[in-house]
């Protein structure tokens, strides 16, 4: 964070699912020469555990020339949390912004007590996004109120406020972004500000915001798609196509250009 602040950067969180799309994530960034994350939802952690997200990342790392970290995005439970520290994660994403307010501030300061003690800066969440994030659908469609923000991020200490501003989850709902809530937000908020939904956001939207302390923007549908349009391809073109290893190579390579393209792009 220190790293992208003083260089006036924007950090791009690339959403993971497995080994591939983690290799991919650190070859574009690597590519593009600029720092992000690889970061895993709590939900796509039912495919794998943190244990096996950090060697991967690790592995992937090993010759990067780049600072890249590894985040929890929606971190569902304070178990979940405590396990990705455990791991070795170097930055958590606690949500609870389902909950009322008060029950909102509980949660997150539990887990900044606990993520604290290691070093590892929490991002918390104000307000809910239209859409599914990883397949998990948002009950309520409220955006940040700003006279909110000061008191939940003193209270809860937080290190990151990931806001509604009219940015979606997903690309089958049209975002609304609204940047002057942002930069009202960006006025009152001590920390950066993180915007999820980064797939379906026009890049001259995300380039303004940057001006309102936006430090962090979320990019999972945009990998994801790179990733399964190459095998869906492959089997348009030919239904008995069965060469999982040759895809798998072609699919990193697909999303390695997509990503070093949105981290490129969102900073230029």
Known sequence: ?????????????????????????????????????????????????????????????????VPIGLHLDHGKSYEDVKACVNAGFTSIMIDASHLPFGENIKEVRRAVQ???????????????????????VNEADCKTDPDMVLDFVTQTGC????????????LDIEPKVDLPLLKTISEISPVPLVMHGGSGIPFDIIQKARQYHLLKVNYGSDLRKEFVSTFGRAYE????????????????????????????VINS
Do not use: W
């Open 237 to 264: 073109a030919n239904h008995n196509t069965a060469s999982v290893i040759e895809l798998s190579i072609e699919a990193v390579e697909n999303v390695s250009r997509k990503a070093a393209e949105l981290v490129t």
């Open 1 to 65: 964070m220190k790293y992208a602040e003083t260089r006036g950067l924007m950090l791009p969180a690339f959403n993971t699912t497995n080994m591939e799309m983690t290799y991919a994530i650190a070859k574009g960034l690597n590519m593009a020469g600029l720092p992000g994350y690889i970061q895993i939802s709590s939900n796509n952690l039912r495919l794998s555990n943190p244990q096996v997200i950090t060697y991967l990342t690790e592995d992937a790392l090993k010759d990067s020339d």
């Open 114 to 136: 606990y993520c604290h003690f290691y070093g590892v800066p929490v991002e918390a969440e104000l307000g809910a996004l239209q859409g599914k994030e990883e397949d998990i």
């Open 159 to 170: 290190d990151l406020l990931a806001v509604s501003i009219g940015n979606v989850h997903g």
